[in-house]
Nanobody, 112 residues
Framework: QVQLVESGGGLVQAGGSLRLSCAAS?????????VAWFRQAPGKQRDLVAR???????NYADSVKGRFTISRDNAKNTVYLQMNSLTPDDTAVYYC?????WGEGTQVTVSS
C-alpha cells in the first residue's frame, strides 16, 4: 500500500513562491515510478500540472512552463514542486499522484 502526503501549501501574494512536497511511503518508490502533480480549482476539473518519470524526464502544463519545477529526492522518497511567479490563477488544491495512489491535497491560495 502506498501513502502520499502533500505539504507546503499556503497563502502567498502574487509573484511569490511556494515549494510543495509529496512524501511517499509504503511499497512504491518515487525513483521507480512516474509521479505527477495535479491541481483542482473550485468548480473545475483536476488538471495535470507537472510530472517526472522514473528516468527523470519532466513535463509541464503550458500554463506553468518556466515558472514551476518538479524534482525528486530518492533518498527521501519525496517529490517536490517549486512554484515561482505565482498568480491568482494558480489557486487550487494540489494533489500528488503515483500509480493509483493520491494524496489528500494541499491548498495553495494566491492573492492579488
Amino acid at each position: 500500500q502506498v501513502q502520499l502526503v502533500e505539504s507546503g501549501g499556503g497563502l502567498v501574494q502574487a509573484g511569490g513562491s511556494l515549494r510543495l512536497s509529496c512524501a511517499a511511503s509504503g511499497t512504491l518508490f518515487v525513483s521507480f515510478n512516474l509521479v505527477a502533480w495535479f491541481r483542482q480549482a473550485p468548480g473545475k476539473q483536476r488538471d495535470l500540472v507537472a510530472r517526472i518519470t522514473n528516468g527523470g524526464t519532466t513535463n509541464y502544463a503550458d500554463s506553468v512552463k518556466g515558472r514551476f519545477t518538479i524534482s525528486r529526492d530518492n533518498a527521501k522518497n519525496t517529490v517536490y514542486l517549486q512554484m515561482n511567479s505565482l498568480t491568482p490563477d494558480d489557486t487550487a488544491v494540489y494533489y500528488c499522484n503515483m500509480k493509483n495512489a493520491w494524496g489528500e491535497g494541499t491548498q495553495v491560495t494566491v492573492s492579488s
